[in-house]
């Protein structure tokens, strides 16, 4: 045992680092070394039923959804929801894009998929123009004060958002932007800078410091490293933050529910009250078609991004 | 500490790095403004009486004491308990063993990793009416047992108030295992190859390999994601709201939803502000002493 506690202490010292910053990249590297040779062995066949199973419960609210969202009401009442559609109907999709009544108003998700756009786009847009400069010079450009400053951010990250709700909604109303598309944008952006700041800030400091002095010596100053320098480099972490930020800001419900009024409600608010409501038959396909409306632009993000949205969580979590 | 302009030796400290400074303003204003200001705010106002509008006249620790008074906080405490102790210990051992499956170079290594992960890029409230309906006991799982033959088969956990937060925790683990399933696997790339060899010579069983060399290896890797996870226990509201509304009665009642109900909707912002405070409490528990581990050793190194 003594020899296996001294081993894992030197590995710890090399691998520590390598966790952080190495590992979601190697983790996507996808299979090494030699493949097994004989393959039905018993354990590949426990191996892959596992995976297997595991991954049939993984789908299986996926087929549902969709399986659902194409009957009919009539067979919906007969049949089980994981028998397959028997006759395929898009009605509950038109209806749910255009006629589903969240509330007052009665013209289906495609108001909310508005507001949730104009939310998103310029939250994202913000939020990682600050937050970039931000992690630069903390990075760069330190001061006295910078390195506490840093500690009290990550601190603050984890403060839970409900403490801080009403002194913003007090903010928001005095400015006057209480209930409006804008206020929300200014939540969402403030609330995503200090992820992203860690993000950039860890991925700014683990660039090569030469560059940086090269740079100093040619006279070149903040602004002008940012831009010739640090901004044309960093396209990966850039695109990490967008994955974070939408899908973040777009799968936000709390400061919608919180921040908006029903003509300004977000996708996921508008989502809840369709399927919520009280009054009336329950339309379980009209539901889930507006369920899978509000989960394709994730969706649709994770697909086709894959491996970065992996290296997003992996880099925005592991440091966060 | 390697900051290349601390040798410029100018005199002013306030305008060095000014710059730097002016870009980090917005930064620096939010996090004392918003996150500290509005914190401290929140805190110092739950020792009012506050009710529709907030109220500086203080009432010392009135509100905690009807708080934890109320048979619906009492609940919403339980409620958390009980998903958060679940959940981490769920999310752990699910993410890891799939994990260690994962590392076993499998073949469509990619095709499992993106059916484990998608749930995470769904939203809470999305997970919650996906699970709302196959859960629902006239349509789902326990619609269909029936119909195969078992007329007496029950499994409602959204309709029985003594099991309805286990109806939660399916969902919640859906939705999140993948991630701890991620972070584990970038864990276990991390450990040297060499281990491996080293254990399979000396003839130690794999799963001995895990427990005694490889899991305490990873234990930076399980402080993150148990601080990930628990920090994100504290907050659960939306899944709540989707899938149950906090019902049966009152039996799935967690405090985020506490606090929002209080001070949206009962107008009595003091409990809210309370509750929230009470929030807070608990995830400094978490977070501070793991902060210092972090910090204090990153200092040092």
């Known amino acids: 045992m003594a020899d296996i506690s001294a081993l894992n202490t030197t590995a710890m010292g090399r691998n520590a680092p390598a966790i952080r910053n190495e590992a979601p990249g190697r983790a996507l590297s996808g299979p090494r070394g030699k493949r097994p040779k004989r393959v039905l062995s018993r354990r590949n066949i426990v191996l892959y039923g596992l995976l297997g199973l595991a991954a049939l419960y993984y789908l299986l609210p996926l087929y549902v959804m969709v399986v659902t969202s194409l009957k009919g009401m009539p067979e919906i009442r007969l049949g089980n929801i994981f028998s397959p559609p028997m006759q395929i109907t898009f009605q509950p999709w038109l209806k749910a894009w255009a006629e589903a009544c969240t509330g007052l108003n009665c013209d289906g998700l495609s108001r909310g998929f508005g507001n949730s756009v104009r939310i998103l786009v310029p939250s994202v847009i913000v939020s990682i123009a600050v937050a970039s400069v931000s992690g630069y010079a903390l990075a760069n450009w330190r001061f006295k004060g910078s390195e506490l400053f840093f500690s009290v951010l990550i601190v603050g990250a984890f403060i839970p958002y409900q403490v801080m709700i009403y002194p913003i909604v007090i903010i928001l109303r005095e400015i006057g932007i209480y209930g409006s598309l804008t206020g929300l944008v200014v939540v969402h952006t403030i609330f995503g800078m200090p992820i992203l700041t860690l993000l950039f800030r860890n991925y700014f400091a683990g660039l090569p410091e030469e560059l940086f002095k090269a740079a100093r010596i040619d006279g070149a100053g903040f602004w002008q490293i940012y831009g010739r320098i640090m901004l044309p480099m960093s396209l990966p972490i850039f695109v990490v933050a967008i994955i974070i930020q939408v899908t973040g800001i777009w799968n936000d419900f709390l400061f919608g529910v919180v921040f908006t009024r029903p003509d300004t409600y977000p996708m996921t608010v508008q989502l809840n009250n369709i399927v919520n409501s009280v009054q009336g038959v329950k339309e379980y396909n009209v539901n889930m078609a507006a369920t899978l409306l509000t989960g394709a632009v994730p969706l649709i993000v994770y697909f086709v991004s894959g491996r970065l949205f992996v290296r997003g969580i992996a880099a925005g979590a592991v440091k966060g | ?301």
Do not use: H
């Open chain 2, 1 to 301: 500490m390697r900051s290349p302009s601390k040798k410029s030796g100018r005199p002013n400290q306030l305008f060095r790095n000014l710059n730097s400074k002016i870009a980090l303003t917005p930064m620096i204003l939010v996090a004392t403004v918003i996150f500290f200001g509005g914190t401290i705010w929140t805190v110092v106002y739950s020792f009012t009486n506050s009710r529709l509008l907030p109220r500086a006249s203080f009432v010392g620790l009135d509100q905690y004491q009807r708080l934890w008074a109320s048979s619906r906080w009492i609940v919403s405490i339980e409620n958390l308990a009980i998903y958060g102790i679940l959940s981490l210990i769920f999310s752990l051992v699910i993410g890891f063993i799939l994990a260690a499956l994962m590392d076993q170079k499998i073949r469509f290594e990619s095709a499992f990793r993106t059916i484990f992960l998608y749930p995470f890029a769904l939203s809470f409230i999305v997970t919650g009416l996906v699970w709302q309906w196959i859960l629902n006991p006239e349509f789902g799982v326990q619609g269909i047992v029936r119909s195969l033959g078992w007329e007496s088969f029950t499994f409602d956990p959204l309709y029985n108030p003594d099991i309805v937060i286990y109806g939660i925790l399916i969902a919640g683990l859906w939705q999140g295992t993948g991630l701890v399933m991620c972070l584990m696997l970038a864990g276990l790339r991390g450990i040297d190859e060499d281990i491996w060899k080293a254990a399979r010579v000396d003839g130690i069983p794999m799963w001995r390999t895990y427990l005694f060399v490889v899991i305490p290896m990873m234990r930076p890797v399980f402080i993150t994601t148990l601080v990930i996870i628990g920090s994100g226990i504290v907050k659960l509201y939306d899944l709540v709201v989707a899938q149950t509304s906090g019902g049966p009665g009152n039996a799935s009642e967690v405090p985020a939803k506490y606090v929002y109900d209080y001070m949206f909707q009962a107008q009595n912002l003091g409990q809210g502000f309370a509750a929230s405070t009470m929030m807070l409490l608990t995830v400094a528990i978490i977070v501070v002493p793991w902060a210092y581990l972090e910090f204090g050793g990153w200092k040092r190194g």
